[in-house]
């Protein structure tokens, strides 16, 4: 069964750091992404395979933010890339 509340980078996926934000390739669509500096934060715990609590508890560690705000911004975000193909479950 997979866990949906981890997430892989698929391979076709490349990543630009820069200060304060990614920028993201996806090879197969041509597609590029900006994310800002939060959702690049994000971004660099996913490449490491952190799961949505760990990315979660790094949100509320970084940022002045109630959990249940911090909890929602974050799924939006997950289903957001997911939606792109930037993001698989599992």
Known sequence: MEDASRYAVPDEVLTAHLEGEAVL????????FRLNATAALLWKGLERGLGR???LDGLLAEFEVDRPTAAA???RLLGELSARGLLVPG
């Open 53 to 55: 609590e760990q990315l």
């Open 25 to 32: 390739l996806h090879m197969d669509t041509k597609n590029y």
């Open 73 to 75: 911004e974050l799924d």
